[in-house]
């Protein structure tokens, strides 16, 4: 993976771990978060949408077992849903292509964390990782993911 890339991809996974600016601020850039492990999931919900009520944004809350999740939202203007939603469908689209591609050298993604107009996955079976930037029509793509085999 590039230095840049790597540099990215390691803030990225910091981020997304320490959550410098708390789980409600984590929602409000991201859009959406999840609880962190050991905390009771109905007293974070609530933390939640107590915050999200005095700023007045919407906000939807749900639980998951032992976790809770919690997301904006939102309204799109009717003029710009159906960029919106193409946007949305080419970014899905391009993260499923890369994920087949990572599985044809034998590695397993599962899942991308996705960052502003990055997306970033890890290897279930190794350390391989991949990155991906959507910011002009052809995404910037990277990682040992897609071109190396998998040793697990």
């Not at 007293?43 to 077992?65: S, Y």
């Not at 309204?75 to 499923?96: G, I, S």
Request: with cysteine; net charge negative.
């Amino acid at each position: 993976m590039k230095p840049e890339h790597d540099e990215r991809f390691g803030r990225i996974v910091k981020d997304y771990l320490e959550r410098p600016g708390g789980d409600y601020a984590e929602l409000l850039r991201r859009g959406q978060v999840s609880s962190p492990e050991g905390v009771d999931p109905e007293e974070w919900r609530a933390e939640i949408r107590a915050k999200a009520r005095a700023d007045k944004i919407r906000v939807i809350t749900i639980r998951d077992g032992d976790r809770a999740i919690a997301a904006r939202q939102r309204t799109v203007p009717k003029d710009q849903e159906l960029a919106e939603l193409t946007d949305a469908v080419e970014r899905t689209e391009v993260l499923r292509g890369l994920a087949e591609r990572a599985r044809a050298v034998g590695h397993e993604i599962d899942r991308w964390l996705r960052h502003d107009e990055e997306s970033i996955a890890f290897c279930a079976r190794c350390p391989a990782r991949v990155y991906v930037r959507f910011e002009n029509a052809t995404p910037v793509v990277d990682g040992e993911g897609l071109d190396e085999a998998c040793p697990g």
